[in-house]
């Protein structure tokens, strides 16, 4: 897969980062070793591996359907937001 | 001429009483983010466990539309960047669902029939609310991680009417199963709906534009018609390449309308990958003989009620369209009136007074009145034209039956003493007639009956009434 500054720009809007100019070339270099050493999982030969096939045989655990929750655990992880007021956690003005 | 052609999406809130994937209550209008926590908030480290009861609902789904379900399903991570989702993802079930190929029968008003086919039904978290006010957006995350049923039909449907059919249908199994309240105003009922045009005889499926959150039946029907009058005037116009385009697009009811979402912004890029936050889901034997039995469907109930009570197939399916109303309709059966009484009073006479969405069961009017009320009827008590009254009234001030056929004087006269009396006076008087009678002219049978309905002020049960009048005039 070829890293370049377009795949670059793509990749800054949807992580929303914006890469500083004289970081660019590095981090292409960087993403491309990246890419370049997940890329030997291609080497393995997937035929006759069902595609529901997953590394664990264990199913997910369940649980029983009863409702609880702790409020003052909510009211800390609102003090603790960058902006919160009324129990709303506060972002800028986003349009629908 | 042009074919029309309509794939369906709905999202049906799942009734569990906690969240997906923690056990943060589902209730609805709570202060906001109170039924929150560290899992539906996305704090780092908090993992998702499976809500048991969200799957056998899902399981059971699959079982009333006669489709797979998987044993082995699995969730996946679809990305997308939204305040209303902390975690900038959505768990759902993008490449093995849990239901997949089913099938669900429409009913025409001529008694045909058309099977709509499901593609798939998935499990996935709902998203939170946001509140646009001046320059920021309040979050709501009480409902984050919500479970929701997302099912989708192929695209079957070749009209307007078609897709009422199916919502309609597809809400009342929903109903009957109860695995959610489907209300559409509350939005645990929620239709995106894909409509394209093709020239007849044509195969091949143009440019789909999609419809999203229309919260009534009849906006449905709506925006669907606007819609497939704009595809064809463009194709028409010979703009259809240039104005038709793969898109979302809002319904406006003021405007009767529908309107592009966005602007010409690239398709959202989700990149879709199995959760790694979660094992595959299995469907063990205990749970998957639990998802099979399920409660009576609503084509089940009707048959059943046209099998045994010997109503129309038409009536059976006004009864059973709605679970609320098919549960009132055996209410009232359970008082021992006949079931053709009780469906010209539920749908001819209590239906045909409400109106403004008031159904049977909201209405001030419970099961048990309306059967007490046809079961005085059946036993001489009132007249069928004094119920009317009697339900007129009741409607307007409530009351208890009894009461109100005593208070309105509606009570019929079969006391045969009070009645004698009453028609002994009445041929004593037309002695002539009386005679006249005797000597072959049966046609004024009618004339003493009218004398004796009129002098007791119509109250006399008529059965009653000829009766003693037969026995009177053989003497
Ligand atoms: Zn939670």
């Not at chain 2, 042009?2 to 589902?26: A, D, M, R, W, Y």
């Not at chain 2, 929701?148 to 059919?165: F, G, H, K, Q, T």
């Not at chain 2, 005679?435 to 119509?458: I, P």
Request: aromatic residues 8%; charged residues 25%.
């Amino acid at each position: 897969m070829q890293i370049d500054e377009t795949l670059l720009q793509r990749l800054e809007k949807l992580s929303f980062l914006q890469i500083p100019d004289e970081h660019r070339e590095e981090m292409i270099a960087q993403l491309s070793e990246i890419v370049a050493f997940v890329d030997n999982l291609s080497e393995l030969s997937t035929e006759g591996v069902d595609a529901t096939f997953a590394m664990s045989d264990t199913a997910t655990r369940l649980r029983e359907d009863a409702g609880s929750v702790d409020r003052t655990i909510n009211d800390d992880i609102l003090s603790h937001a960058p902006h919160s007021q009324d129990h709303f956690f506060i972002v800028p003005k986003i349009i629908e | 001429m042009f074919e029309t052609i309509i794939g369906l999406e709905v999202h049906v809130q799942l009734n569990t009483q906690s969240k997906l994937f923690c056990s943060c209550p589902t209730s609805f209008n709570h202060e906001q983010n109170t039924n929150t926590c560290p899992t539906c908030l996305a704090l780092p480290g908090a993992l998702p466990v499976l809500n048991k009861e969200a799957l056998r609902k899902a399981g059971m789904f699959g079982t009333a539309v006669g489709a797979t379900i998987n044993r082995t399903s699995f969730f996946d991570r679809k990305s997308y960047f939204y305040p209303d989702s902390p975690s900038a993802y959505q768990i759902t079930q993008l490449y093995t669902p849990i239901v997949e190929h089913g099938t669900l029968v429409i009913d025409f008003e001529d008694g045909s029939q058309k099977t709509i086919r499901i593609n798939r039904a998935h499990i996935e978290a709902d998203a939170g609310k946001n509140i646009h006010e001046g320059s920021i957006s309040k979050v709501d995350l009480n409902r984050a991680g919500t479970p929701l049923l997302e099912i989708v039909s192929e695209p079957d449907m070749r009209s307007a009417e078609e897709a009422i059919l199916y919502l309609k249908k597809l809400h009342s199994i929903v109903r009957y199963i109860d695995i959610s309240d489907a209300n559409m105003q509350e939005g645990s009922f929620r239709v995106d709906v894909n409509v394209s045009i093709r020239p007849k005889g044509d195969e091949k499926l143009y440019t789909r534009v999609e419809i999203k959150n229309i919260n009534s039946f009849r906006f449905i029907q709506r925006a669907i018609e606007i819609e497939v009058a704009r595809q064809k005037e463009a194709w028409e116009d010979g703009v259809y390449e240039e104005e038709i385009v793969q898109e979302t697009r809002l319904f406006d009811q003021v405007k009767q309308e529908t309107r592009s979402m966005r602007g010409k912004e690239e398709a959202a890029d989700y990149r879709y990958f199995p959760e790694p936050d979660l094992l595959k889901v299995i469907v063990d034997d205990a749970m998957y003989a639990d998802i099979c039995s399920i409660p009576e469907l609503p084509d089940a109930k009707k048959e059943r009620f046209v099998n045994d009570f010997a109503i129309s197939e038409y009536h059976a399916s006004l009864i059973t369209a709605d679970l609320e109303n098919a549960h009132y309709f055996e209410e009232m059966l359970s008082l021992g009136i006949s079931a053709k009484n009780a469906v010209t009073w539920l749908i001819v006479e209590l239906q045909g007074r409400l109106s403004g969405g008031v159904t049977p069961s909201t209405s001030p009017i419970s099961a048990v009145m309306l059967g007490m009320l046809v079961k005085r009827i059946e036993e001489g008590v009132i007249s069928g034209k004094a119920a009317k009254e009697v339900l007129d009234y009741l409607l307007e001030n409530g009351g208890d039956i009894d009461e109100v056929i005593e208070k309105l004087g509606l009570k019929q006269v079969s006391d045969t003493g009070a009645l004698e009396a009453l028609i002994d006076e009445i041929l004593n008087a037309n002695a002539d007639k009386v005679a006249e009678y005797k000597s072959g002219k049966d046609k004024l049978f009618g004339f003493f009956v009218g004398q004796a309905m009129k002098a007791s002020k119509g109250s006399a049960n008529p059965n009653t009434l000829n009766e003693i009048l037969q026995a009177k005039l053989a003497q």
